[in-house]
């Protein structure tokens, strides 16, 4: 996966989640981030790899999201490991 196609997918992944009413207030609270906060970094790797990570805690999220957007669920950690922050870390 591509930087730009981890950020679209990521993007889409923040559309979904600001539509779940059930999930954009715990997101918000847990990142302290305001719906102008959300707004302003949409376009930020960064902001959208912290997206992922807030889905990727629970996998009933990565589950319900990847079932109501037709994607697979590997997608999201995978599009994860592209974005700022999400490269794999070996301790040898």
Do not use: C
């Not at 102008?36 to 902001?47: G, W």
């Amino acid at each position: 996966m591509t930087p730009e196609a981890a950020e679209t997918y990521a993007l889409s992944v923040l559309t979904w989640l600001v539509g779940q009413d059930d999930l954009i207030g715990i997101f918000m609270g847990s990142s302290g981030a305001s719906i102008d906060d959300i707004r302003e970094n949409a376009q930020s790797p960064e902001f959208l790899g912290a997206v992922l990570d807030f889905v990727l805690m629970d996998d009933a999220w990565v589950l319900r999201y990847a079932s109501e957007l037709s994607q697979k669920p590997e997608h999201m950690m995978q599009a994860r490991m592209v974005l700022p922050g999400g490269q794999a870390v070996h301790w040898t």
